[in-house]
């Protein structure tokens, strides 16, 4: 989308809140965050997207995961989660909510499955039609009137509820387990299609949403949780359903998983994801090297091992910072967005000169 940058877009912008991280601006875009964000995702960027000021995080009440989680963010008025509160998600497995971490986990030591062929037997799918979607769209119809990209955040996706359901230690065996293996691919693919029918009411209750933002960490700090070759074989597929149905909707679909994934990137592709963020732990550098022409990478300013504090450098620094980044990685041929772990470390100048070398990089 080649349109002229104008100076007048810094000088006019405003500062407004951020999600994570310090305040941030809006500038005086020459189109909505919303188009703009679109844009990047066909290819066609406006300016450096930052990945969070420009979108209006949804996960709504009507969801019991995300009250489980206390991650709900809408127009219900629902109260913020407080410490040690226990809520059940759709499968009824209790979350507690942890105050000093801001998020909620699954009550240790006491698995609902023991082993994944367990599932049929045990597991009872929610009904969603009893969830009250008329009262959740008639909530969000303001929430939802916004000229932000409207993302939906959904926790808990393929290896993360098998976590819910067994703990970590018992989830990480089955994706092994000859015995487990075929329980564990019939489980993901039923999440699927319960995944694809809750998105599909989302999509009748909430037109305005634009893309989906699904969560399923297979990481830690300094690798994989499993091997990509067992990510390929029983959960790629799983993931493949869902992005194929939501892609047929005309929606996109960001991957949020946590952890060291360089190796797994290939398998994130292959599952039909339009963009994925890495943690710090990641050298988001090299993976957009290798990957960024295949799907979006969410490049941060400042490698791993990097010791570099951008605050400390004098303001001239800091913008040629910024150019140096936007030349790398503001490329009309291969774009990609900011990496928002990064946001704590940018400062005002190296934001606007960001914007301003990104603005003048698209636009040619």
Not at 26 to 38: D, F, I, L, Q
Not at 147 to 152: E, I, R, W
């Amino acid at each position: 989308m080649s349109i002229p940058f104008d100076e007048r877009e810094i000088t006019e912008a405003v500062e407004t809140p951020s999600f994570f991280g310090p305040p941030t601006k809006t500038y005086k875009y020459p189109v909505s965050a919303r188009e703009a964000y679109n844009a990047l995702y066909e290819r066609k960027p406006v300016w450096q997207i930052m990945g969070m000021s420009e979108i209006q995080m949804f996960a709504p009440e009507v969801t019991p995961d995300n009250i489980a989680r206390g991650f709900v963010f809408d127009g219900s008025g629902h109260p913020p989660a407080t410490d040690k509160q226990i809520a059940p998600d759709m499968f009824g497995i209790e979350w507690e909510y942890v105050q000093q971490v801001g998020g909620s986990m699954v009550r240790p030591g006491k698995p609902f499955l023991s082993d994944a062929n367990e599932w049929k037997e045990k597991l009872v799918f929610p009904d969603i039609e009893k969830w009250d979607w008329e009262k959740a769209a008639k909530d969000n119809a303001q929430f939802l009137t916004t000229d932000k990209f409207v993302q939906v955040w959904f926790l808990t996706g393929w290896f993360e509820r098998l976590i819910s359901f067994m703990d970590f230690e018992a989830a990480a065996y089955a994706l092994v387990d000859e015995d487990q293996q075929d329980a564990v691919k019939e489980l993901f693919d039923a999440l699927s299609d319960l995944y694809i029918k809750i998105f599909d009411k989302y999509l009748i209750a909430f037109p305005q949403i634009d893309g989906f933002c699904i969560h399923d960490d297979w990481g830690g700090q300094k690798s994989c949780f499993f091997s990509p070759s067992i990510g390929e074989e029983l959960i790629v597929p799983a993931m493949r359903k869902v992005t194929d149905y939501l892609h047929s909707r005309g929606k996109w679909c960001d991957l949020h998983s946590c952890g060291q994934e360089i190796k797994q990137i290939p398998n994130f592709i292959k599952g039909g994801w339009d963009s994925w963020s890495g943690q710090p732990m990641n050298d988001t550098q090299e993976e957009y090297s290798l990957y960024g022409d295949k799907i979006l990478i969410a490049v941060s300013p400042v490698k791993p091992d990097e010791a570099l504090d951008i605050a400390a450098l004098s303001e001239e620094e800091q913008k040629a910072k910024a150019r140096e980044y936007a030349e790398k990685y503001a490329n009309p041929a291969k774009p990609s967005f900011f990496n928002y772990n990064g946001a704590t470390s940018v400062t005002a100048a190296f934001r606007d000169e960001l914007y301003r070398q990104s603005r003048i990089n698209y636009s040619k």
